[in-house]
């Protein structure tokens, strides 16, 4: 990326804005991957925590986005975040306080962040 996208303070996100939208935050912290082969449904995830100035969200990789973007999601480095859906935070599974949560996949856009 030659210029850095716009972006906007994570306490902004709401699943009403679709998923035009770019962040730039910290991963803090990040799960292994974990695998689940239910009926007629199987794939691989991870989560990691994502933190700016104003708020601390979760964010889920799911299938493709687990191929494209576990190895380069380092704990602690800075990076831009686009393409993902925001919907409300399943609790059960969810524990940053945040009332919503992402899910990325194959299509959506992660690129680091140089100018940390």
Same mark, same amino acid.
């Given at each position: 990326?030659?210029?850095?996208?716009?972006?906007?303070?994570?306490?902004?996100?709401?699943?009403?804005?679709?998923?035009?939208?770019?962040?730039?935050?910290?991963?803090?912290?990040? &799960?292994?991957?974990?695998?689940?082969? $239910?009926? +007629?449904?199987?794939?691989?995830?991870?989560?990691? @925590?994502?933190?700016?100035? !104003?708020?601390?969200?979760?964010?889920?990789?799911?299938?493709?986005?687990?191929?494209?973007?576990?190895?380069?999601?380092?704990?602690?480095?800075?990076?831009?975040?686009?393409?993902? &859906?925001?919907?409300?935070?399943?609790? $059960?599974? +969810?524990?940053?306080?945040?009332?919503?949560?992402? @899910?990325?996949?194959?299509? !959506?856009?992660?690129?680091?962040?140089?100018?940390?």
């Amino acid at each position: 990326m030659s210029t850095a996208p716009q972006t906007q303070p994570i306490v902004s996100l709401s699943p009403f804005m679709g998923n035009r939208w770019w962040i730039k935050a910290r991963v803090t912290d990040k &799960s292994p991957i974990r695998t689940w082969n $239910k009926n +007629n449904s199987q794939g691989k995830l991870f989560s990691v @925590t994502l933190v700016d100035e !104003s708020s601390a969200i979760r964010a889920t990789f799911f299938n493709e986005g687990v191929d494209q973007y576990d190895a380069m999601l380092v704990k602690d480095q800075v990076f831009y975040f686009s393409g993902g &859906s925001c919907k409300a935070a399943n609790k $059960k599974f +969810n524990n940053v306080n945040c009332e919503y949560e992402l @899910t990325f996949d194959g299509k !959506s856009a992660v690129q680091k962040c140089n100018d940390d």
